[in-house]
């Protein structure tokens, strides 16, 4: 007897060491895959990143300007200037806001349109041009729209003088732009390399795990239901969550719809700094509140929309 259960025990003990030497060499795999992946997108993210913050310093010292004198296009401009990607832009509008330099139409507008790292993460990844287009082109509709709706209601736009940009600076988002070209693209690019090498990995490891059944039931398998879920990611104040809807999407895990809803409300740090900086909680609630609604109904009309057509 004795010996029958020393006999279970050492196959016991040998069956988990299998099993372990099998795991350990799938997740190996996984890190081997992720940073071949990884490398292979360096040049590509960097000529992005290159091209993006050669824009974004040409107009950064004239956006502030622009949406702040903008008038009654300031819902528009701000939409235009927010597809400019990273948060660097809705930041500053953020700071502007808090001023009362621009209005709260004008600021959604910008959070809403605002693309932070889909648009290079996109381009590194070679995805059609017209598929890009679409999203930065409902984006800046959807912005502008709601913007203009906000301000109407509102109708008031005061305006303060005692403007100070410390938070920025404190927020370390770039939008200072105190670093030359060359350098900020650079720290752009292994930023973001390296959620995108995390977030990657996670999903990798969880595909390899429990299957891509198990990641689907997660997201509600693309029901009408998704885009609540996805714009609850987007919320997340960090470059992370725009990484990792875009990935999801790309990994055919969430499909259009609940991809537009999560970069809908994904606007990088903005909302961190306004919940900081701007002493009036009820007020901060009430922007995190529209965003995430104007976000999840956007993308349940396209998931209606897609089963309509």
Request: aromatic fraction near 10%; glycine fraction near 8%; proline fraction near 2%.
């Amino acid at each position: 007897m004795i010996n029958m259960i020393v006999y279970l025990l050492t196959i016991s003990d040998f069956y988990y060491k299998i099993k372990w030497i099998k795991g350990s060499e799938i997740v190996r795999e996984i890190i081997v895959e992720t940073t071949l992946d990884s490398i292979k997108l360096i040049p590509f993210l960097f000529l992005a990143f290159l091209v993006i913050e050669y824009f974004e310093h040409k107009l950064s010292s004239k956006s502030k300007k622009i949406v702040s004198k903008a008038g009654k296009f300031s819902p528009l401009i701000g939409s235009l200037l927010g597809l400019i990607p990273q948060c660097g832009f809705s930041v500053v509008a953020t700071n502007l806001y808090i001023t009362r330099i621009i209005s709260l139409g004008t600021l959604v507008a910008i959070y809403l349109s605002t693309s932070d790292e889909m648009l290079p993460i996109m381009l590194s990844q070679k995805v059609a041009f017209k598929t890009i287009l679409s999203i930065l082109l409902i984006k800046f509709i959807v912005g502008m729209i709601v913007g203009y709706l906000i301000d109407f209601c509102l109708r008031k736009n005061k305006k303060v003088n005692n403007i100070s940009y410390e938070i920025c600076h404190d927020e370390h988002c770039g939008c200072e732009k105190g670093d030359s070209l060359i350098k900020s693209s650079i720290i752009h690019t292994l930023k973001t390399l390296g959620y995108l090498y995390l977030i990657t990995f996670i999903l990798n490891l969880l595909f390899k795990y429990l299957g891509s059944q198990v990641l689907n039931k997660v997201f509600l398998d693309n029901t009408i239901f998704t885009p609540f879920i996805t714009s609850l990611i987007g919320l997340i104040p960090n470059c992370g969550s725009s990484i990792m809807i875009t990935e999801l999407y790309l990994n055919k895990t969430i499909n259009y719809a609940s991809m537009l809803s999560g970069l809908l409300t994904g606007c990088g740090v903005a909302l961190l700094v306004l919940f900081k900086a701007n002493k009036n909680v009820k007020e901060n609630i009430k922007i995190l509140g529209i965003i995430y609604g104007i976000g999840a109904c956007i993308g349940v009309i396209l998931e209606l929309l897609g089963y309509l057509l």
